[in-house]
């Protein structure tokens, strides 16, 4: 009926629509099957797993308490072997010495006297008066075992209270961004009644088997850097709730990838030493200086650049992070013609000439973003000699500045570079 039904309603809209919304079901009746199989999946390898541990335990526990068993009767023992080998010995050579006695008293008068002295020194010798203190019942020791029936009853309240089945996570991921090198990830609560203190969200390759953490926090935003190009990679997320220790269950794992060539410094440049990925420049203490450029011109119009300064050091007023329509060599800032840049005091240059807005001083962990669009193309009437003009937006600590940058000719791409006059700067470009 439900067939006739959707048959009789999308008649008039055609084929294309019904093909949709068909494939439509035929999704979410995948997203049932797969998820639910892949619960069934992490069930049973838990549990297999909990058995394991559990009897590996258990296991563990009883060769200890056998260890103590043995360790005690041996140590209690011991004494009562020691006094019961003293009493056999004493026995033995009492029964000699009587033995001896009664030969000495059966010889002839000569013999026999001889007899009854080395018998009669020899009883001098002997102790037969004395023997060991035999301890008393109450003071040796009686081996039992101490077991806790309760336990059991314990562990399956535990047991049965292990666990949980959800079937909608109280978060989901909303967006995924692609930038170069990197995706942005966002999610958000779906289910008010849920109160979240800290988020957990997990990546890994669509070829790899197992997630990994990439991010614990409060934020609901995060850019997960280290992202090959043209690879897909699937992302979840889950959230803990407001005073409680467990993670909730993870969101519908989304798939992402960038298509963005990852950013990049130019390696061997004297005076900068680079990441393996080449994302991030450390100043070093290499007293050369000079602007340290991109490898190539791989920022486009429209896009977001992002500085992130994980270290500082000693600023000066020739420091620089920016953006320019070409590499220039001979400069030691990009606080020149054909750039636009932040310096580490917060002044912001236009083709070499500082502007009067400012923004806030860079510091350790500060983030300086610059977005540019293109505004006009062709010649212009004005008296600064440009034909082209972008629009340029820096932002930096929650202040941002807006101004018009005017180049000599079209620029489709735009390399970007930084310049630091003293060690310790490092900055990370995404």
């Known amino acids: ?44 390898q838990h549990f297999n797993d909990l058995k394991g541990t559990l009897g590996k335990l258990l296991d563990e526990r009883l060769v200890t308490l056998l260890q103590e068993v043995d360790t005690i009767e041996q140590e209690t023992i011991k004494p009562l072997d020691d006094c019961q080998k003293l009493i056999e010995h004493g026995v033995n050579t009492a029964e000699d010495l009587v033995q001896e006695g009664e030969i000495a008293i059966l010889g002839g008068v000569g013999e026999q006297n001889e007899k009854l002295w080395n018998f009669t020194k020899k009883a001098s010798h002997i102790q037969l008066d004395s023997l060991p203190e035999v301890p008393l019942l109450v003071d040796v020791p009686c081996l039992s075992a101490q077991l806790d029936d309760s336990i059991l009853n314990r562990v399956k309240d535990h047991i049965f209270k292990h666990g949980t089945v959800a079937s909608r996570p109280p978060v989901q991921i909303e967006e995924l961004i692609e930038k170069p090198g990197g995706i942005i990830v966002r999610w958000c609560k779906v289910d008010d009644d849920f109160t979240a203190q800290d988020y957990r969200l997990q990546f890994r390759k669509c070829t790899s088997n197992h997630f990994e953490d990439v991010y614990v926090g409060s934020e609901t935003e995060f850019i997960v850097l280290h992202i090959d190009p043209n690879v897909d990679y699937q992302f979840r997320v889950c959230a803990r709730g407001d005073g409680r220790q467990e993670w909730s269950p993870w969101s519908v794992p989304q798939m992402g990838h960038s298509t963005l060539v990852p950013h990049e410094w130019t390696a061997g440049f004297e005076g900068y030493s680079l990441s393996s990925r080449r994302n991030i420049a450390l100043r070093n203490d290499s007293e050369s200086s000079g602007v340290l450029y991109s490898s190539a011109p791989t920022y486009f119009c429209g896009q977001t650049l992002t500085f992130r300064v994980e270290t500082v050091g000693q600023p000066d007023r020739r420091d620089s992070i920016g953006v ?16 636009v840049c932040i310096s580490t005091n917060g002044a912001v240059f236009v083709n070499g000439k500082e502007m009067t807005n400012q923004l806030p001083a860079v510091t350790s962990g500060s983030t300086v973003t610059f977005d540019v669009e293109a505004v006009t193309l062709g010649s212009t009437n004005n008296n600064e000699g440009g034909n082209f003009k972008l629009r340029v937006t820096i932002s930096s600590n929650n202040r941002e500045v807006v101004f018009d940058w005017l180049l000599e000719q079209s620029c489709g791409s735009l390399y970007f570079g930084c310049s630091f006059f003293y060690p310790g700067w490092k900055v990370l470009v995404f």
């Open 324 to 339: 320019c329509a070409e590499k220039q060599n001979g400069y030691d800032s990009l606080q020149r013609d054909q750039a």
């Open 1 to 44: 009926s439900l067939c006739s039904a959707l048959g009789l309603w999308l008649t008039p809209v055609g084929e294309p629509f019904l093909e949709i919304l068909i494939l439509s079901f035929y999704v979410l009746s995948f997203q049932i099957k797969e998820s639910a199989s892949q619960t069934r999946d992490v069930l049973k």
